[in-house]
């Protein structure tokens, strides 16, 4: 059970990105717990018994000190992940005293892990459910960030379509008016059609360069009727 508990805490705390020590004894702990369940069936109970008791209390430790970590680091679910696991430790040190002679034997000794589980769950379903919420709300926020970058990299696109469509024009203006010249002059037929080809040619280009800015004009809802 300790083993699966500590493979929720390292996933839920994020304990990877948020503190590397703990996840590295969350790790250490994990491996510890499949050689004990693994030499179980080897050992005595009690010897089973012996070596299961410290390394429950360590684990708990452990789990609490992720979930304080959690919550000094600013994260709103540590406080309910520390709730669930302070209930079972709590639980399993009233089992463990009661097993050992230190506590009386009780209904509620007997049944203080049923009890201290079932809170575990509800509390652990809180923590779930307001985590999901968190995600949604970081999620929303990446979008309306990446749309308002993008609208700024739009807008930053058109201005400087704009400002070099403006930059363009004016030296074209300058070829065409030069061109209307040099026709007024004296060509051979075959210098005329390069002028004329030239002319044209400087003509669609200006064209090209209005439609620019007519287009940046209607997406900065510029554009006048």
Not at 14 to 21: E, G, M
Not at 205 to 221: A, K, R, S, W
Request: aromatic fraction near 10%; charge should be neutral.
């Amino acid at each position: 059970v300790y083993v699966f508990a500590f493979s929720f805490a390292r996933e839920f705390l994020s304990t990877a990105a948020v503190d590397p020590f703990i996840d590295r004894l969350f790790k250490i702990l994990t491996i510890a717990g499949v050689l004990l369940a693994a030499f179980a069936f080897l050992l005595p109970e009690m010897a089973v018994f012996i070596y299961g008791i410290p390394f429950c209390l360590i684990g708990s430790s452990v789990c609490l000190l992720a979930g304080v970590n959690n919550i000094a680091k600013g994260y709103r679910s540590g406080y309910f992940y520390l709730a669930a696991i302070g209930a079972v430790t709590i639980g399993a040190t009233i089992y463990i005293g009661m097993v050992v002679g230190l506590c009386s034997r009780n209904w509620v000794s007997q049944n203080i892990l049923k009890i201290t589980t079932t809170i575990e769950v509800l509390l652990l379903s809180f923590a779930l459910t307001d985590r999901i919420k968190i995600i949604r709300k970081e999620k929303d926020a990446m979008k309306d960030s990446m749309v308002k970058t993008l609208k700024e990299q739009n807008r930053s696109k058109d201005e400087f379509l704009a400002i070099v469509s403006h930059e363009l024009r004016t030296p074209m203006n300058g070829v065409q008016g030069a061109l209307d010249l040099v026709k007024h002059q004296p060509l051979s037929t075959e210098v005329r059609d390069y002028v004329e080809m030239a002319s044209t040619s400087s003509d669609n280009m200006v064209t090209l360069i209005n439609d620019i800015l007519d287009f940046t004009e209607l997406q900065n809802h510029e554009a006048k009727i």
